[in-house]
């Protein structure tokens, strides 16, 4: 299952929330808290601490050119200083001062580093996205997201979508509120069975659809009367989704 967002919330945004390296926080839950000291929360903090700082201490000319992206001048400098250093005072003067320079620089990142943006998103937009947190796996409501999400994704993934003959009746948006609406139900305790099986009725339908026009495509139906065909009930499927009745024509 993956995580739904309520429709205010921008793909970009969503995108980077997806990606988050951490588990999110569920809805009821408390949100994740600002990091105390302004930098990157625990994983990717140190990760970053001690990746720069052991090629600050012992590789400055790879720091330079990797994290500064330029500064070559700088690294080529810093680097002949730390040759020096061995050279003149041993290898173990080498690893003391490369020590003591990674330590700094980590020390530096670790309370200036800035919060990256997926988890301020993360903590701004609490309580306005649902994940395996508020429906975890094996649960009922986990089970019936996963069918509403199948059924957007068979729509989504269709010639009938590519080819946009939903235009005007069925949209990106029009199906992430369906998607939202069905999850925030879910995490109450009061699911939308009936809106997810629209959802499923749609989904098949375009099924048929496509079926019909790669039909086309080959030859193998002469005329695009039953595309056509089928193309009206999935309208009529949608505009039954869209209305809330419960009859759904053949």
């Known amino acids: 299952m993956r995580p739904v967002f309520a429709p205010e919330i921008p793909e970009y945004e969503r995108r980077l929330i997806r990606?988050?390296?951490?588990?999110?926080?569920?809805?009821?839950?408390?949100?994740?808290?600002?990091?105390?000291?302004?930098?990157?929360?625990?994983?990717?903090?140190?990760?970053?601490?001690?990746?720069?700082?052991?090629l600050f201490?012992?590789?400055?000319?790879?720091?330079?050119?990797?994290?500064?992206?330029?500064?070559?001048?700088?690294?080529?400098?810093?680097?002949?200083?730390?040759?020096?250093?061995?050279?003149?005072f041993g290898f173990t003067a080498f690893v003391a001062v490369g020590s003591v320079m990674a330590a700094f620089l980590g020390i530096m990142i670790f309370i200036f580093f800035e919060e990256g943006d997926d988890a301020?998103?993360?903590?701004?937009h609490h309580g306005r996205y649902?994940?395996?947190?508020?429906?975890?796996?094996?649960?009922?409501?986990?089970?019936?997201?996963?069918?509403?999400?199948?059924?957007?994704?068979?729509?989504?993934?269709?010639?009938?979508?590519?080819?946009?003959?939903?235009?005007?009746?069925?949209?990106?948006?029009?199906?992430a509120r369906h998607e939202w609406g069905i999850a925030e139900g879910l995490a109450v305790g009061s699911p939308d069975d009936l809106r997810v099986q629209r959802l499923e009725e749609v989904a098949e339908r375009v099924r048929a659809a496509d079926t019909a026009a790669r039909d086309v495509e080959s030859g193998e139906l002469e005329t695009d009367e039953?595309?056509?065909?089928?193309?009206?009930?999935?309208?009529?499927?949608?505009?039954?989704?869209?209305?809330?009745?419960?009859?759904?024509?053949?």
């Open 120 to 124: 301020r998103l993360a903590r701004e």
């Open 130 to 175: 649902l994940s395996t947190a508020d429906l975890p796996p094996g649960s009922p409501g986990h089970e019936c997201m996963l069918r509403a999400q199948d059924a957007i994704d068979t729509i989504t993934g269709s010639r009938v979508w590519d080819a946009e003959w939903l235009a005007g009746l069925m949209d990106e948006e029009t199906l």
């Open 19 to 54: 990606g988050m390296p951490r588990p999110l926080v569920a809805a009821d839950g408390a949100p994740p808290r600002e990091p105390r000291w302004g930098g990157r929360a625990t994983v990717e903090g140190f990760g970053t601490m001690f990746l720069a700082g052991a």
């Open 226 to 250: 039953v595309l056509q065909q089928r193309l009206g009930a999935v309208r009529t499927a949608v505009t039954v989704l869209a209305s809330g009745d419960n009859n759904v024509p053949s």
């Open 57 to 88: 201490g012992f590789l400055p000319i790879m720091w330079c050119c990797i994290v500064t992206w330029g500064s070559v001048t700088f690294g080529l400098l810093m680097e002949a200083v730390m040759i020096g250093i061995w050279v003149a």
